[in-house]
T-cell receptor
Framework: DGGITQSPKYLFRKEGQNVTLSCEQN?????MYWYRQDPGQGLRLIYY???????QKGDIAEGYSVSREKKESFPLTVTSAQKNPTAFYLC??????????FGPGTRLTVL | SQQGEEDPQALSIQEGENATMNCSYK?????LQWYRQNSGRGLVHLIL?????REKHSGRLRVTLDTSKKSSSLLITASRAADTASYFC????????????FGTGTRLTIIP
């Protein structure tokens, strides 16, 4: 059963803490992406990776970090430098420029 | 990457009616994709139309593309309550850039 999974579904962070969001895919896709969505808004690209051990900044990378050590996994760390991290985070994967497959999302709330 | 702009921002129609939403973009494209997002969920890919295609169908969905006007439209026929969602377009440029950029979408509400 192929797909893309994200965990946890809900995440709470205290101010000053780093948290890591998980994204795993078994679709054998080379490219993976992280997006942020604020209420009533579209998606904004945080980071993307087109191949293992390589990744690029998106439009709003400040305060975030990623790694791509395995093809299947693309974790996102929200650092304490991200001043307004409360949002809905979506991970996606694709083959080239065709359709992207999205995970169910992680809702992060700062307490 | 370029961002598509969806219009209208919100649309409410009676169940059974057709819903049309539009997307405009600025530069030449390789393809344009439409996605649906139910509240609190991830996006689901609906349809991809390539720059050399003018119209494409998938079930109750019909997408048109006018590259001279740099616009696309998504038509949902015989709408159902389950079609209530936000719809986003994502134009992919010709410059070898594979990133999708999303606008704020069209929020479609189907009234039973």
């Amino acid at each position: 059963d192929g797909g893309i999974t994200q965990s946890p579904k809900y995440l709470f962070r205290k101010e000053g803490q780093n948290v890591t969001l998980s994204c795993e895919q078994n679709l054998n896709h080379d490219a993976m992406y992280w997006y942020r969505q604020d209420p009533g808004q579209g998606l904004r690209l945080i980071y993307y990776s087109q191949i293992v051990n390589d990744f690029q900044k998106g439009d709003i990378a400040e305060g975030y970090s990623v790694s791509r050590e395995k093809k299947e996994s693309f974790p996102l760390t929200v650092t304490s430098a991200q001043k307004n991290p409360t949002a809905f985070y979506l991970c996606a994967s694709s083959i080239g420029a065709d359709e992207q497959f999205f995970g169910p999302g992680t809702r992060l709330t700062v307490l | 990457s370029q961002q598509g702009e969806e219009d209208p921002q919100a649309l409410s129609i009676q169940e059974g009616e057709n819903a049309t939403m539009n997307c405009s973009y600025k530069t030449s494209i390789n393809n344009l994709q439409w996605y649906r997002q139910n509240s609190g969920r991830g996006l689901v890919h609906l349809i991809l139309i390539r720059s050399n295609e003018r119209e494409k169908h998938s079930g109750r969905l019909r997408v048109t593309l006018d590259t001279s006007k740099k616009s696309s439209s998504l038509l949902i026929t015989a709408s159902r309550a389950a079609d209530t969602a936000s719809y986003f377009c994502a134009p992919i440029s010709n410059f070898g850039n594979e990133k999708l950029t999303f606008g704020t979408g069209t929020r479609l509400t189907i009234i039973p």
